[in-house]
């Protein structure tokens, strides 16, 4: 990866990707200056379905255009706007019209891949798995008649990857009456904003498609999470990662030690913060640079001691 003193320039510019109505929504592109981006990453923001928006994770995105990387940060409709799956319609036409947009870019549209935090992450994860689905797939795109939302690779940052099992695990920390992060009293209420129902919970968990051996598809994964975190059960990321490398996807696993959820935000100048942009740029430049074929490299797995 470049020192320091290598980084690129870069621009930064808002542009609308999808309509509805008299709502525009919108992406900010970060693009390295004056040459081709290594690859591009459609950016998901957190905020537990109901939070949050394309400028979220600003610090990030700037960080990872500087080292080539093309970030294309969306805005998705959220409650009180419009619960599941409403977002996953728009994130779908917002991953097509990203690969419509790369030639313009100076990329391929195989070189497109998706990255998400939190609920974000999730959203992700089960856009990537089910690009065909016709309930995320129905909006239409004007001139991307022929794009679908296939993705290169999916980038998770402390995923929500069971928001069912999330759900129930902040009741039961709540229930405790013991000292618990402050963001499960936020969690429990967006989930009932946001999801119709447990059943919908269930249906749309990345973690139980995978369980119940639902066809899928299973480009890349990079998987990041701190050690200290509470938000994201560990319980959860194990029997993902052991069921996605069962159904023959790879996943490469990366974890930072003592960190909390969020900790690239949080504490933007940490060790940790840099290791894990590190390991972003490094997994892309892997999966996406070079071929952009889902899956031509093999995994150089990090699975760092807890």
């Keep these: 990866m470049p020192e320091p003193t290598d980084l690129l320039e ?7 990707y999808l309509r509805h109505g008299s709502t525009a929504l919108l992406a900010r592109l970060y693009l390295p200056r004056g040459r081709p981006p ?27 255009a500087r080292q080539g990387i093309g970030v294309a940060a969306f ?23 990203l690969k419509t947009q790369a030639p313009r870019l100076g990329a391929r549209p195989e070189q497109v891949g998706v990255m998400g935090l939190s609920s974000g992450a999730h959203q992700a994860m089960l856009v990537a798995m089910r690009p065909h689905d016709p309930r ?14 296939r993705v ?14 999330r759900y129930h695990h902040a ?10 992060p402050a963001g499960i009293d936020r969690v429990i209420p967006d989930h009932e904003r946001y999801w119709p129902s ?16 639902e066809p899928v598809e299973l480009p890349p994964v990079l998987y990041l999470q701190g050690t200290a975190d509470l938000m994201h059960p560990v319980a959860h990321l194990e029997r993902f990662v052991q069921a996605y490398r069962d159904a023959g996807g ?4 990366a974890w930072y030690a003592g960190e909390d959820a969020g900790f690239v935000n949080k504490r933007p100048d940490a060790p940790a913060t840099a290791q894990a942009i590190a390991d972003i740029v490094q997994f892309v430049r892997g999966r996406l640079a070079t071929s952009g074929a889902p899956g031509a490299h093999e995994s150089a797995r990090r699975d760092a001691a807890r």
């Design 250 to 253: 790879e996943l490469t696993l």
């Design 75 to 97: 805005d998705f409709r959220q409650p009180p706007e419009a619960g599941y799956p409403a977002s996953l319609l728009d994130i779908h036409c917002a991953i097509r019209w």
């Design 171 to 180: 009741q039961a920390l709540r229930a405790s009456g013991q000292p618990y």
């Design 10 to 16: 870069i621009d930064v510019q808002d542009v609308e």
């Design 38 to 64: 290594l690859a591009l990453l459609a950016e998901l923001h957190g905020g537990a379905w109901c939070r949050g928006d394309r400028l979220d994770e600003d610090g990030l995105n700037r960080a990872l």
């Design 136 to 149: 995320y797939a129905a909006l239409p795109l004007p001139g991307g008649e022929n794009a679908d939302a």
């Design 152 to 165: 290169a690779c999916a980038i998770l940052c402390w995923p929500v990857i069971d928001p069912l099992g």
């Design 198 to 213: 447990e059943e919908s919970m269930d249906e749309a968990s990345p973690l139980r498609a995978l369980e119940r051996a």
